[in-house]
């Protein structure tokens, strides 16, 4: 994210380190890969660079979460691009997923786009109070993915939530002890903790891209689903949700027979996601640039002006988690797709604007077509960026979905 004129060092955003699992029986954590020879459906890569020739600090953050609410398969991918100071993404990066999933389990009926929404307008309205209770104005932009396996009606498995019945309100007690002190520290300035909440759901754009279903990839699916591991807690250092006893993984019918795989994404900002299918590039997100005439009529309509391409004169982004100041106009609300995953679906490129300012869609896609390793695939466009001379924080993240 270009930078906004604040000149203010804090170091580098905290980012939960990346482990690999101790055992096969070991899955959930945050930023945890399982064992090189574990059966996964899918494989997760993040490169990462400081970019320190034009940067004096890494303002991004990044969070995967393989078996994503206690379903093996199901997935969470997430990058998050701070500006004026690392908090927002580092906190996104820490506890949007803990957001998510306390979503998912109190609204088990309501369409994943809405509720991607809904967690937006959540965590936007916690760091505004954050905000107020530091004294600190910064914003990220975000772009987060969720995979889910559902059935052939697009329902989601796992007693018809799409989350284990082991998972419990770990996350709730943890989030609303975070909402409690941000929100005495707000009202003691004057800020109103509800503002923010979900409205029209504005940007979102259901079933972008969706079409076709997986079927070749059932078998490969009911192998790994019916695996019989345990899952062990989510962590995310001293935020962990708890479990009610550990269970089978292989229990539940409708996780082994789950039918298809559909990846829902939600952004604000630059941040993107890039879908291949059968080596075609699909961007599956939308830049919210202050450069845009639709954003540039909203922004005007609520009483801003766009100079030099900005907002304000200030932000290149119209949209954003943070950026309390501002929040008037550069909003929290997210474009959402819908997609269902099809054999022909290679890998999700989920990057930071520091890649695609200087690599198009098609050519990352190009770039790693082929690659069997997603570490080597998210390295390789790593170092392309780094090449041509990107002057921004990089943060890569490749998912091979085969």
Avoid at 108 to 116: D, K, V, Y
Avoid at 336 to 341: I, R
Wanted: net charge negative; with cysteine.
């Amino acid at each position: 994210m270009p930078r906004t004129g604040n000149g203010h060092l804090e170091g580098d955003a905290r980012v939960t380190e990346e482990t690999v699992a101790r055992s096969e029986d070991t899955f959930g954590h945050l930023n945890q890969h399982p064992q090189p020879n574990a059966q996964t459906s899918y494989r997760v890569a993040v490169s990462h660079d400081k970019n320190e020739q034009c940067r004096r600090t890494n303002e991004d953050a990044h969070a995967f979460v393989y078996d994503f609410a206690g379903l093996r398969g199901q997935g969470y991918f997430a990058v998050f691009d701070g500006h004026a100071g690392k908090k927002a993404a580092e906190y996104c990066g820490l506890h949007f997923h803990e957001h998510l999933l306390d979503n998912l389990r109190k609204s088990p009926s309501t369409p994943i786009p809405h509720l991607l929404n809904a967690t937006f307008h959540a965590v936007d309205t916690q760091l505004s109070a954050l905000s107020a209770a530091e004294g600190s104005h910064s914003g990220c932009t975000a772009v987060t993915c969720l995979l889910r396996l559902e059935d052939e009606e697009g329902n989601p498995v796992g007693e018809g939530s799409g989350v284990a019945p082991h998972v419990v309100g770990g996350t709730k007690g943890k989030l609303e002890g975070h909402a409690g002190e941000a929100a005495k520290a707000a009202e003691a300035v004057g800020i109103d903790p509800t503002e923010g909440k979900p409205g029209s759901g504005e940007g979102q754009h259901p079933n972008a891209g969706s079409g076709g279903e997986s079927t070749g990839l059932k078998g490969k699916l009911k192998s790994v689903l019916s695996g019989g591991s345990k899952l062990s807690p989510f962590s995310s250092g001293t935020t962990t949700p708890t479990y009610e006893g550990e269970k089978q993984i292989s229990g539940p019918a409708e996780v082994v027979n789950a039918a298809k795989r559909t990846l829902y994404t939600a952004n604000v900002g630059d941040a993107r996601a890039v879908l291949s299918r059968g080596g075609r590039a699909i961007r599956l997100t939308y830049d919210h640039k202050a450069a845009d005439s639709k954003e540039a009529e909203r922004i005007e309509a609520a009483g801003g002006y766009v100079m030099n391409s900005r907002v304000n004169g200030y932000l290149a982004v119209t949209r954003s988690l943070g950026d309390s100041q501002m929040k008037q106009f550069v909003v929290g609300s997210p474009y959402t797709t819908e997609t269902t995953l099809r054999d022909e679906d290679d890998f999700l490129i989920v990057a930071c604007d520091g890649l695609w300012d200087v690599c198009s869609d098609q050519q990352a896609v190009d770039l790693i077509q082929g690659c069997k390793d997603p570490q080597e695939a998210s390295d390789k466009l790593l170092q392309y960026a780094l090449t041509h001379r990107t002057t921004d924080n990089l943060t890569v993240m490749v998912v091979l979905l085969k």
